[in-house]
């Protein structure tokens, strides 16, 4: 999962082309976060992403009508944001959790995936003590859904997350803070299904 962050990108016109890229590189979800935004704004770029995201899932980090006009598969809530309706069937809902607390009650509320961390410092949460891989195992223990690690996350740390439990990563530096998008979207790509296969060999 991509989460998006446009001051990397200078604005709205350099996000559309870099999560465009990103997708081309192997990216199949990504996740609009830009809070800073006002509804209507929110509204125009969610719907510029929903073109170049075809072939990815594309959630919004906000509120349910911008998801829904534009045509997104879903919404990503913050740890404490009350549940939401889905408006139709097949809707994805997904929540960030920083603890197992957290992690229990959102998949209780019907979360369909979780994004736990930070697993690793990060310049995204400046002054957040990482949680590290022992978040990540201890909530791929109680809960059923996919969890996805974020947090610092690079395509040599995949390997240790995925064995510590996660389903896949969320990044927004290793992909946007790098000069070639597709590039660097394909390197975590490879990384994770390097990893996936690895896990699959253990557990067989």
């Given amino acids: 999962m991509l989460v998006t962050d446009r001051s990397l990108c200078g604005g709205a016109d350099g996000l559309a082309d870099a999560v465009e890229a990103a997708v081309e590189g192997g990216a199949d979800?990504?996740?609009?976060?830009?809070?800073?935004?006002?509804?209507?704004?929110?509204?125009?770029?969610?719907?510029?992403?929903?073109?170049?995201?075809?072939?990815?899932?594309?959630?919004?980090?906000?509120?349910?009508?911008?998801?829904?006009?534009?045509?997104?598969?879903?919404?990503?809530?913050?740890?404490?944001?009350?549940?939401?309706?889905?408006?139709?069937?097949?809707?994805?809902?997904?929540?960030?959790?920083?603890?197992?607390?957290?992690?229990?009650?959102?998949?209780?509320?019907?979360?369909?995936?979780?994004?736990?961390?930070?697993?690793?410092?990060?310049?995204?949460?400046?002054?957040?003590?990482?949680?590290?891989?022992?978040?990540?195992?201890?909530?791929?223990q109680i809960v059923r859904i996919p969890v996805l690690a974020i947090g610092g996350v690079t395509a040599g740390r995949v390997e240790e997350v995925v064995r510590a439990g996660a389903s896949g990563v969320a990044v927004i530096s290793a992909v946007l803070a790098q000069r070639d998008r597709r590039a660097a979207a394909g390197k975590l790509r490879r990384a994770l299904d390097a990893a996936w296969a690895g896990a699959g060999a253990v557990r067989r």
């Fill in 29 to 140: 979800a990504v996740q609009l976060r830009e809070k800073s935004l006002p509804a209507s704004e929110l509204s125009t770029l969610a719907r510029r992403l929903r073109e170049v995201t075809r072939g990815a899932l594309l959630v919004v980090n906000g509120p349910l009508e911008v998801a829904t006009e534009a045509g997104a598969d879903g919404v990503h809530l913050p740890e404490d944001a009350p549940p939401v309706r889905r408006p139709r069937q097949g809707f994805l809902v997904g929540r960030s959790i920083h603890s197992p607390v957290a992690a229990r009650r959102a998949e209780a509320e019907g979360a369909d995936y979780l994004v736990a961390g930070p697993v690793y410092e990060t310049r995204s949460h400046p002054g957040r003590e990482p949680a590290g891989l022992a978040l990540i195992e201890q909530v791929t």
